[in-house]
Structures are given as structure tokens and as C-alpha cells.
């Protein structure tokens, strides 16, 4: 909390960056005056041009991630930067750096793991109206598949505690590491909050990393392979259960004609059934199987979020 208008608890910035020379020296800046008790850690994701140079000279302390993607660059500076609380935001200039200490007095005021920056913007070249639209269909599949508690999932700005930071896997390599913070959230039940933030357009001279298909393909993947590795019994019912319907569909007629005639007809088509409703079966037992594993590798995620408290 506060003393005199200052953190008691000692809070890092952290900015993961990729080519942000025109615009790290302002956002750097802009974190200073909004927080000028904290330390500014800016991870250079292998840029081509000056961003390490103007966010040294701008004060920041620069960590090196030569392999590419924000992913990669938020591992790093998870691993390496040491405070209690945590804001991370993107080089770019489009976050409101006054609004941090209003998330940060949230997070310590109510105890939570994590505060996110909900965009909202009228500038309709900051927040274009498929980035918009991608983002509500991306965060819907994850609030329909693990919970109701984000409306903005791919936001980059956000508050956490220490022991969120050292306790979270981080396995993403891309932009899909937003998508990984919010699922770690909702299926361990971490303490969490959302607030508005204003999202403002970029600056001229520098344009966004983010490629609105490839990159939204990307974490479509990452949201069905986490939907199958955090709850397997629910993804391979669901598979089970179409290859069952398929294989009724196709035997019902079969099984009409048998009991009219006593004849079987269409035996390739019998087959066929008979293998999807047996894959159907196997599907289901795998479920359950891998269910218990899930189970398993939540309650160890859960212990290292205590153990964390701790160090």
C-alpha cells in the first residue's frame, strides 16, 4: 500500500518490445511520472533498430531475448525482474500509463493475482474494427470454455502480484501469451479484476506487430490445444459423442431393414459405423483418462501459486 503517497512494496514496469524505437522513449516517460518510485525493464525481442539504445538512455534497464515473439520476451522478463508487483504494458504508446496506479491500488487493495486493462477507445484507428471483432470471438470461445470473467482477454496491459509472476508456466511463444495468462487464471480460480483503461491510436512512424489473421489463427490454435490439455473429458466427449451420433445416423437404416427383412445390407456402410461408434467409445475412455491427469497438473499449478507466497 502507500506511504505518503508512495508503494511501501517495490513495482517493476515491464515492457516487452519489438522494434519501438520511435515510441519507447515517450512510453517510458509516460510509466516514470505515472510511477516514479518504479523500475522500467524493457526486454528488446531482438529488434533491428535503436529500441535499446533510446530505452537505455530514457533510463530503463534493457534485457536481451534473441528468440522472437512477446511470448518469449514476457518468460524473460518473468523470470529475471524481482519486485512484488508487477505492471506490464507494450512499447507502443496505445496505454494509458496513468491509469496504472489506480490497478495497482485494486490488486494490493483486494489482494487479487491479476488486473487487467480493459480497452476502450473511440479512435477508430486505434482499435480497428477487426481487431474488435476478433477479440470478442477469441474471448467468448475462453469465457464459454473456462469462465465468465474477461470481456477484453487480449488486452496488453496488466497488474500482477509476485506470486502470479513466479508462479505462472509461461509456454507461449507470441501474442497468444495473453490468451495463456487469462486460462491460468480462470482454471486455477486466481483472485482477479478487470478495469477500463483508454486505448489510444499509435503515433505516426510506427505500426503494430500484430497480424489480425495469422496471429487469430494462432490463438485459436492455443485456445483449442488449452480447451483439450485443461479439460480433456469435456473436448473428447464432445468428439465422442459426434462420432457416436454419425455412427447411429448410419446404422439406423441398417438396423430397420434387419428387423424388417432379417437380411443385413450395405455391409461397407455397417463397418464404417461400427468403427466410429468403437472410436467414439475409445475417445470417451481417453477423456477420462486424461482427465485425471489435468486434474492432476492443476492441483500442482495450484501448490506452486502458494508455495510463491512464501518466497
Not at 510511477?35 to 539504445?53: F, G, Q, W, Y
Not at 434387419?258 to 468403437?278: H, I, N, Q
Not at 470417451?284 to 492441483?299: K, N, P, V
Request: charged fraction near 20%.
Amino acid at each position: 500500500m502507500r506511504d505518503n503517497g508512495q508503494y511501501t512494496q517495490k513495482i517493476a514496469v515491464i515492457l516487452p518490445c519489438y522494434n519501438e524505437e520511435a515510441t519507447i522513449g515517450q512510453v517510458i516517460a509516460e510509466f516514470r511520472a505515472a510511477l516514479p518510485m518504479a523500475e522500467i525493464v524493457v526486454c528488446d525481442n531482438n529488434s533491428s533498430d535503436r529500441t535499446s539504445e533510446v530505452a537505455r538512455a530514457a533510463g530503463a534497464t534493457v534485457l536481451f531475448e534473441a528468440y522472437q515473439g512477446k511470448g518469449n520476451a514476457v518468460r524473460r522478463l518473468f523470470n529475471d525482474v524481482d519486485a512484488d508487483v508487477y505492471v506490464m504494458a507494450d512499447g507502443d504508446v496505445t496505454y494509458d500509463a496513468a491509469a496504472a496506479p489506480g490497478m495497482i491500488d485494486r490488486l494490493l487493495a483486494e489482494r487479487l493475482a491479476m488486473v487487467c486493462g480493459a480497452r476502450v477507445s473511440e479512435e477508430a484507428e486505434a482499435y480497428r474494427l477487426g481487431h474488435k471483432f476478433g477479440n470478442w470471438m477469441l474471448t467468448g470461445l475462453v469465457r464459454w470454455s473456462f469462465g465468465d470473467r474477461f470481456r477484453d482477454m487480449l488486452t496488453g496491459y496488466r497488474v500482477f502480484s509476485r506470486q502470479f509472476v513466479k508462479s505462472f508456466p509461461a509456454l507461449s511463444n507470441g501474442f497468444e501469451i495473453e490468451t495463456e495468462l487469462c486460462v491460468h487464471t480462470l482454471r486455477l480460480r486466481l483472485p482477479s479484476a478487470e478495469v477500463d483503461t483508454v486505448y489510444r491510436a499509435r503515433p505516426a512512424g510506427s505500426s503494430s506487430k500484430l497480424n489480425t489473421f495469422r496471429d487469430g489463427f494462432q490463438i485459436l490454435r492455443v485456445i483449442s490445444r488449452l480447451v483439450r490439455d485443461e479439460k480433456p473429458l469435456e473436448f473428447f466427449s464432445a468428439l465422442a459423442g459426434l462420432l457416436i451420433l454419425t455412427a447411429s445416423i448410419l446404422m439406423a437404416p441398417i438396423l430397420v431393414t434387419y428387423l424388417e427383412t432379417g437380411l443385413v445390407p450395405r455391409f461397407p456402410t455397417l463397418f464404417v459405423a461400427l468403427a466410429l461408434f468403437l472410436t467414439g467409445i475409445l475417445g470417451f475412455s481417453i477423456g477420462l483418462t486424461l482427465d485425471t491427469l489435468s486434474r492432476g497438473r492443476t492441483e500442482t499449478r495450484r501448490l506452486a501459486f502458494m508455495a510463491a507466497a512464501r518466497n
